[in-house]
């Protein structure tokens, strides 16, 4: 994850949300960011924490788009960087690269095409899904692939689905996925069917993505959900078991376009595969959040 700074603000403004937005308010959006973090920590995640090193990089707190973490049983996990698409956030390679190599990873990266990392990927039921037609171009993942062992299933998105978290939310706690075939080519929608089955997908509308059905955070059996989500997903997931976790985002998501999941490049690795330093630690950046409030 990466805190917005105290001048952060929108600059790229490349989402449906964001193209109409007023400005933001960085403190409230500060403080917005530290409850997630928060959250993810009181549930049992390990959150490394980036503060951005420049007031121009206002899109690192979209840390979906740092990368991809790729565990491999008994060898050193993989950090994939990115290439992204809008040209105000292709400096962050650089410094996402760093840092992953200061915890130990083997940084590889694609040199063809867009893809724009972790918002371009999912995991359900043993697959790898990636996604390509929102930003993500699909000689860039064909490029990115390579580096995702097993079953790779392909999707192919548009608009408003600038990634394909925005289109596809596992749900591995109660085995199922919210999918929004409107946004999806028939052919990718007709592939999911196939290979997962359509009990197991939950059909939402393209209207419940733009106020982010499928952009929540699952952490087990709790979904971390900006307060934007529909209250008719939130009965379904509830209805299946979990726990929809309600969180403030006017300013990161409701203006900024991002929610919860677009907030968090999430990866699972075997203890002691990487060290975290102490600077990135999450105590030690809120510290700084907090002497705003």
């Given at each position: 994850?990466?805190?917005?700074?105290?001048?952060?603000?929108?600059?790229?403004?490349?989402?449906?949300?964001s193209?109409?937005?007023a400005?933001?308010?960085?403190?409230?959006?500060?403080?917005?960011?530290?409850?997630?973090?928060?959250?993810?920590?009181?549930?049992?995640?390990?959150?490394?924490?980036?503060?951005?090193?420049?007031?121009?990089?206002?899109?690192?707190?979209?840390?979906?788009?740092?990368?991809?973490?790729?565990?491999?049983?008994?060898?050193?996990?993989?950090?994939?960087?990115?290439?992204?698409?809008s040209?105000?956030?292709?400096?962050?390679?650089?410094?996402?690269?760093?840092?992953?190599?200061?915890?130990?990873?083997?940084?590889?990266?694609?040199?063809?095409g867009?893809?724009?990392?972790?918002?371009?990927?999912?995991?359900?039921?043993?697959?790898?899904?990636?996604?390509?037609?929102?930003?993500?171009?699909?000689?860039?993942?064909?490029?990115?692939?390579?580096?995702?062992?097993?079953?790779?299933?392909?999707?192919?998105?548009?608009?408003?689905?600038?990634?394909?978290?925005?289109?596809?939310?596992?749900?591995?706690?109660?085995?199922?996925?919210l999918?929004?075939?409107?946004?999806?080519?028939?052919?990718?929608?007709?592939?999911?069917?196939?290979?997962?089955?359509?009990?197991?997908?939950?059909?939402?509308?393209?209207?419940?993505?733009?106020?982010?059905?499928?952009?929540?955070?699952?952490?087990?059996?709790?979904l971390?959900?900006?307060?934007?989500?529909p209250?008719?997903?939130?009965?379904?997931?509830?209805?299946?078991?979990?726990?929809?976790?309600?969180?403030?985002?006017?300013?990161?998501?409701?203006?900024?376009?991002?929610?919860?999941?677009?907030?968090?490049?999430?990866?699972?690795?075997?203890?002691?595969?990487?060290?975290?330093?102490?600077?990135?630690?999450?105590?030690?950046?809120?510290?700084?959040?907090?002497?705003?409030?």
């Amino acid at each position: 994850m990466s805190p917005p700074g105290r001048g952060w603000a929108l600059r790229g403004r490349n989402n449906f949300r964001s193209r109409e937005a007023a400005p933001v308010d960085a403190r409230k959006a500060r403080r917005e960011w530290l409850a997630l973090a928060r959250a993810i920590e009181a549930r049992g995640g390990t959150v490394v924490a980036l503060p951005s090193p420049s007031e121009l990089l206002t899109g690192m707190p979209y840390a979906a788009e740092c990368g991809q973490v790729v565990a491999r049983p008994g060898a050193t996990p993989v950090f994939v960087l990115p290439r992204m698409m809008s040209a105000h956030r292709q400096a962050e390679r650089e410094h996402w690269e760093a840092l992953a190599r200061r915890m130990g990873f083997e940084v590889v990266g694609p040199d063809v095409g867009i893809w724009e990392a972790h918002g371009d990927v999912a995991h359900f039921d043993g697959a790898t899904l990636l996604f390509w037609g929102g930003r993500t171009t699909l000689d860039g993942i064909d490029a990115a692939s390579r580096w995702f062992p097993g079953e790779v299933v392909r999707v192919q998105v548009r608009e408003p689905a600038f990634h394909g978290n925005m289109a596809l939310l596992p749900l591995p706690a109660v085995d199922r996925m919210l999918v929004c075939p409107e946004v999806m080519s028939p052919d990718s929608y007709a592939r999911l069917r196939e290979r997962f089955g359509e009990h197991r997908l939950l059909v939402v509308t393209e209207d419940e993505i733009r106020r982010y059905a499928t952009n929540g955070l699952p952490v087990g059996r709790d979904l971390l959900a900006p307060s934007v989500v529909p209250d008719s997903i939130r009965a379904r997931v509830e209805a299946l078991g979990m726990k929809v976790v309600s969180l403030d985002m006017g300013e990161l998501c409701e203006k900024g376009g991002g929610s919860s999941r677009c907030l968090v490049s999430r990866a699972v690795v075997e203890e002691g595969a990487v060290r975290i330093p102490d600077d990135v630690r999450l105590d030690a950046v809120a510290k700084d959040i907090e002497a705003d409030a």
